[in-house]
């Protein structure tokens, strides 16, 4: 007890002191703006990996427009303000910890809230969980900036939950206790078994919690100005702080408040936007297409294609597909992690295991699937708003990776009303964004922890004999390690391009975890050869695959851009008039060009050129992990996992026996 | 609590289990199948048939953009009514099986 009254009094304090810290640096924010494509990585997952790179050399090289570049603009919030609101948030976050920590006594409260939680509380919670800040910024941001594309993108996300709901909700309710590993181990030899389901789960975690910290250093310095290490740390020790003492109480109760507010700002937002389109949304389209910016910005963006359009056509073509999701096979192979990825997913997994019954289990799903339909609605409406509102060239005026437009229009919006409602209104909304980093970081750390100190060091280790107070010790002392080593991969990973991590985690997930989930719960031959060839050959398929595409690094890739920069440049200057000179943004790419034209080396895997052309690898290791569990499986079998089907089947299907996995 | 043992083999024998079970897989499998294939739709249109997605419906509003909405409507579709059918007959089925088991 007394620890944790020092640690929340610690992380308050580091808070207060972060805020402080920023407060002398005045102006940071403008220094960070420049490097500010990398929230793009938070933002739209796979796909916005590609904007940054090639795409912002190849505007840079197209023929510069007549108007001058418009200035490096930057978000201004109003400090006292957000750092309010952020205050509130950690305020009302650690009263819940206090409450939790109390109901906090055996490991089942700890992993899953005692089977306690309610089918509605687990919807709100999941959907929490689900909608990371890529969701709330990256995708608005992509509809601003590209249209339908951006909509498109958002659909594969929902449509996901359809696998949750039929094929893994219930069974994983009925099978499992707190995770992947008890789902997988129940009729196969549990040692090995959960060993390499907890170094997957490990995996994707790592992963989607790299991205997400990163992206959270990122935001928190673009947002109010805190440098990203601090932002790093604050982040970390407050998610530390929710997983250690509150175990999955807390951490679902932050989930719970984190998709209210979110819903509640986007529900205000969209309807500030339908007020201003006179709740009309034929004639809220017609004023898409109607408008000169979005036609300028879509005939600057299809001319890189060799294509002439403008006026109405130009608007027109905002609204169909093709601007960004150039690849349709990448777009496929997207849609094959996400649909079956999110099923496969370690953090949503467990949640199920925190309600008492399969009718519950399969409440929640709905309730999250409306609220994650819902929200990605609306966020079409708040993507298309700032296109109009707003308009492309001033959204990338200020983060080029459009991240940054649902905080802008909120800005905007509420400005309209009162210059001290813009100030709140996106307060509250860039504190909706802290929310939201910090309820999707607690719930993949508490992921993580479990599969090391459930699996491995409670079951393989202590061959199950630890009693509560031993496992709950595990339990925050693993919390406490991996969430430890977040904090330091995000400072290490500063510099990263973390952009496909996320796709990545996805792919993990689909090719390893859910082939051998699956199979343990609806084929009879199923064993432990079976659940680790599965696990091995779909997690390492993914991962290499990732290792050779073009999301890495390819210096002699970039320099052959930059000569084609430079090229580009060179001309446009011998056709200016004599004694002109570029302007500054091209003199600038110019410059930038010349050095990039120097790099020379080969990728991390040492690779001049990719040797994947796809950045999602799911078309080939979703396959490829369905089959080698299949495979290996066959090739072992073993009698004890097949006699013991039925009892999974029946215990899946109707519950019973269940007393044992809830353990009361 | 104490654990029950149960024969779990004659359970799932039980010809109101192996109802319960070829109703289940049938409908799960099936919907699922269904989803998958309307989902795939979108990205292989708007990649293969830009023609097709181009076609305006109501005002300025395109095929496409009503087919992508369309999606979150279906899969809501899918989810009330496997919940429907799920509280009605299989839930039931589950019930019945338990009583009869006299568990």
Known sequence: ?664 | MAERQYDWKAIAKNPKFVELHHKKTAFLFGWWIFSCVYYFLLPIGAAYTPGLFKVKIIGVVNFGYIFALSQFFVSWGIALYYSHVANKDFDRLTRELIDELHL
């Open chain 1, 1 to 664: 007890m007394t620890i944790k009254k020092i640690f929340i009094a610690a992380s308050l304090a580091l808070s207060v002191a972060a805020a402080a810290y920023a407060e002398e640096q005045k102006a940071p924010a403008a220094g960070a703006a420049p490097a500010m494509s990398a929230p793009a990585a938070q933002g739209a997952p796979a796909a916005t990996a590609a904007a940054p790179a090639p795409n912002a050399a190849a505007s840079v090289a197209t023929p510069a427009p007549a108007t001058p570049a418009p200035a490096k603009k930057e978000l201004k919030t109003n400090r006292t303000i957000t750092i309010g609101m952020f205050l509130v948030i950690i305020a009302i976050t650690m009263g819940v910890v206090v409450w939790a920590a109390k109901q906090t006594k055996t490991a089942s409260d700890f992993y899953a809230a005692g089977g306690g939680i309610t089918g509605t509380q687990n919807g709100w919670a999941i959907a929490g969980d689900y909608m990371s800040a890529a969701s709330f910024l990256g995708i608005s941001g992509l509809i601003s900036l590209y249209g339908y594309d951006g909509f498109m993108y958002s659909v594969g996300w929902l449509v996901a939950y359809i696998t949750v709901l039929l094929i893994v909700a219930e069974p994983c309710r009925n099978a499992g206790k707190y995770t992947l590993g008890d789902i997988l181990s129940f009729r196969t030899s549990p040692k090995p078994v959960r060993a390499f389901a907890a170094l997957s789960t490990v995996a994707v975690s790592t992963f989607y919690l790299t991205a997400q910290m990163v992206g959270a250093g990122k935001l928190m310095a673009l947002l109010i100005g805190i440098p990203y290490k601090l932002s790093i740390i604050g982040v970390g020790v407050l998610m530390v702080g929710y997983v250690v003492f509150g175990g999955m109480v807390a951490t679902t109760w932050v989930q719970i408040i984190k998709a209210g507010l979110l819903m509640a700002g986007a529900f205000l937002l969209s309807f500030l936007v339908m007020i201003k389109a006179g709740f009309n949304p034929i004639g809220f389209f017609s004023t898409i297409v109607g408008s000169p910016e979005i036609q300028d910005h879509v005939s600057k963006l299809v001319l890189k294609d060799g294509v002439i359009l403008s006026g109405v056509d130009a608007g027109q073509r905002f609204l169909e597909p093709g601007l960004y999701l150039k690849n349709p096979l990448d777009q496929i192979s997207l849609g094959m992690a996400l649909v079956l990825g999110t099923a496969g997913m370690p953090h949503i997994l467990m949640r199920f295991f925190t309600v008492p019954t399969a009718q519950a289990a399969r409440k929640s799903v709905i309730i999250a699937m409306f609220i994650i339909g819902g929200f990605y609605i609306l966020t079409t409406l708040l993507g298309f708003g700032a296109a109009i509102h707003l308009t492309p060239q001033g959204i990338t005026s200020v983060d080029p990776g459009g991240n940054m437009a649902t905080l802008m229009l909120a800005q905007q919006m509420g400005a309209d009303i009162a210059p001290i409602v813009g100030d709140l209104f996106l307060a509250f909304l860039c504190a909706v964004a802290f929310a939201t980093i910090l309820a999707v970081v607690s719930g993949l750390v508490l992921a993580a922890s479990a599969a090391i100190a459930h699996d491995i060091y409670v079951n393989v280790i202590k061959d199950g004999h630890a009693d509560q107070h031993e496992q709950v010790f595990a339990a925050r002392l693993t919390s406490f390690v991996v969430g430890a080593c977040g904090i330091m991969i995000g400072l290490a990973a500063e510099k990263q391009n973390v952009a496909h991590l996320v796709a990545l985690a996805f792919a993990v997930a689909a090719s390893g975890n859910l082939p051998v989930v699956i199979l343990s719960l609806f084929w009879r031959k199923f064993n432990t050869a079976g659940v680790i060839s599965g696990l091995l050959v779909g997690t390492i398929a993914s991962i290499s695959l990732v290792m050779v595409s073009p999301n890495m690094t390819y210096p002699k890739v970039v320099a052959e851009g930059a000569k084609k920069v430079i090229v580009a440049m060179e001309k446009k200057q011998a056709a200016l008039p004599a004694g002109q000179s570029l302007s500054e943004k091209d003199a600038k790419a110019l410059a930038k060009a010349k050095v990039d034209a120097q790099q020379t080396g080969t990728s991390m895997v040492g690779l001049d050129k990719p040797l994947f052309t796809l950045k999602n690898p799911g078309l080939i290791s979703i396959p490829l992990g369905f089959m080698a569990a299949i495979l290996g499986a066959l090739a072992f079998p073993n009698r004890r996992s097949e006699e013991m089907f039925d009892e999974v089947y029946v215990r899946q299907n109707t519950g019973l026996g269940m007393a044992k996995a809830v353990e009361h």
